[in-house]
């Protein structure tokens, strides 16, 4: 008895072990040092929904109907299922299987064998088979399936970062080219009645041939851009629908585009220092890329266990008989077990070598989670730069801007008077709408660049 219960002590032991290294994280670089790295100057918890903070409610609207209806995510989603599905299947096979079965056989014996007799019978009954996890080959496999499942919740985060900033950057181009059009249909009006004065000067002999084509040039050149613009309004708002996941016939985009430009400006921004030191490890690629390894860290746990002896117990226990009345009595009864012990004895190194493949994949793994911390802080970086200095750089525009207007009306009040020529009119308003243009656009990367800043910090959603 006691030899019997030291014998199981020792069983439950051996089932309860696993070989291979447990997972260790690799400290690349301090918080500390990370924080210095993306110039972090407090602590501050990220404001929940991001994309609230540029005063668009139709972004807003936008944005949660992609989160809701977009295929990318959809897609990410039926992965991250797929992989769950996994897990569960290879958690229940390190456990017993039983079937149950039944039948009837009938063998007809040959005439030229000898003496043989025709045999049937029918039998009923259970076999069960275990593969006994003695050193933990399937409690590794579940580790990496599970760690593969936490991967793929984080990538699901990002994919959903990844739609709503592409939303908002579609957006904000289509508000661009809106508002160029806009502009253009505004210049092609003020233009007309330029040409309407050159002409009324041109008929009664004021100016000359020359003022009076470069004015309708002016015009038709204007004209021209406003096609371009249409087509741009069409493709951005057919993206957008792309990526939201509907048809663009149910879009409805308003294009009061100047205001909602104005609104980078003038939103409340987060500021680009304060965020938590660690959103560089909570960012999803990064906690992807660290699942990752922990997977394959697992995996190497797995290959050794191959490499130990292996116990598989397998069993019978039914009924037989050859009259299906007679199939269950006690006398029918049946039953066979087999226990099996395996141990690679020559396999040609295939095992070893298995062992050395998963070590290689773990470096590679290694290194991916390395650099995605490195591209984490050189994004977050870059983001802070980028809209620092677009912000700079629209101020600069709105002053060049205002100037290009006042230059404007003084030259065209010039040219009524007789004082200049038409040329420096034109000149003047070929200058002024490209100033218009740059404003615009540069409103758009103001836009752009906050978008990016918080998709490099995994602001939520």
């Known amino acids: ?25 690799p400290q690349f670089y301090t918080d500390a040092t990370l924080a210095r790295a993306t110039n972090v100057s407090t602590a501050t918890p990220l404001a929940q929904k991001w994309y609230a903070d540029f005063n668009d409610s139709q972004l ?23 992989a769950r599905a996994q897990l569960q299947i290879t958690k229940v096979a390190a456990l017993p299987q039983i079937n149950a079965q039944g039948g009837y056989n009938y063998e007809k014996s040959s005439k030229n064998i000898g003496l043989a007799a025709d ?11 275990w593969e006994v996890d003695l050193w933990g080959k399937n409690r590794r496999q579940i580790e990496a399936k599970r760690a593969n499942l936490k991967a793929l919740k984080y990538t699901l985060e990002n994919v959903r970062l990844a739609v709503a900033a592409e939303i908002a950057a579609n957006y904000f181009n289509f508000l661009e080219s809106a508002e160029n059009l806009h502009l253009a249909e505004k210049n092609v009006r003020l233009q007309h009645e330029i040409l309407l004065t050159v002409k009324a000067k041109y008929d009664n002999g004021l100016t000359d041939e020359a003022a009076f ?56 921004t987060q500021n680009l220092t304060e965020f938590p030191a660690d959103v560089v490890r909570l960012r999803p690629d990064v906690a992807a890329a660290e699942q ?29 008989a050859q009259s299906g009345s007679k199939l269950i009595r006690a006398s029918s009864q049946t039953y066979n077990y087999a226990p099996l012990l395996s141990l690679p004895l020559l396999d040609w190194n295939r095992l070893q070598n298995n062992v050395l493949l998963q070590k290689y994949i773990k470096e590679e793994a290694l290194a991916d989670y390395k650099q995605s911390v490195l591209n984490a802080v050189t994004e977050i970086r870059d ?27 003084l030259i065209q009040k010039k040219y009524e008077n007789g004082l200049i020529e038409f040329s420096d009119v034109m000149t003047a308003e070929q200058n002024l709408i490209a100033a218009e243009q740059a404003y615009t656009a540069i409103r758009t990367q103001i836009n752009q660049k906050k978008i990016a800043f918080y998709k490099a910090v995994a602001a939520p959603l």
């Open 119 to 129: 045999s049937h019978y029918y039998s009923a009954g259970f076999d069960a088979s």
């Open 213 to 268: 084509n470069e004015a309708k040039y002016l015009l038709e050149n204007t004209q021209a851009q406003i096609p371009t613009y249409r087509a741009e309004v069409e493709s951005y708002q057919n993206a957008l629908a792309t990526i939201i996941g509907v048809l663009p016939t149910e879009l409805n985009l308003k294009t009061n585009a100047s205001n909602k430009l104005s609104s980078a400006l003038r939103g409340k």
């Open 383 to 409: 983001a802070q730069t980028a809209y620092q200095e677009a912000v700079k750089s629209a101020q600069s525009q709105y002053r060049a801007l205002q100037n290009m207007r006042t230059a404007v009306n």
């Open 1 to 25: 008895m006691r030899k019997a219960l030291y014998l199981g002590v020792s069983f439950v032991w051996c089932a309860s072990c696993s070989v291979g290294e447990d997972y260790a994280n």
């Open 60 to 82: 807003t609207e936008l944005i949660e109907k992609g989160l809701q209806n977009s295929t990318q995510i959809k897609t990410a989603v039926a992965r991250m299922k797929q």
């Open 292 to 320: 990752k390894l922990i997977a394959q860290n697992a995996l190497i746990g797995a290959a050794v266990a191959e490499l130990y002896p292996n116990i598989n117990l397998s069993g019978l226990w039914g009924y037989a």
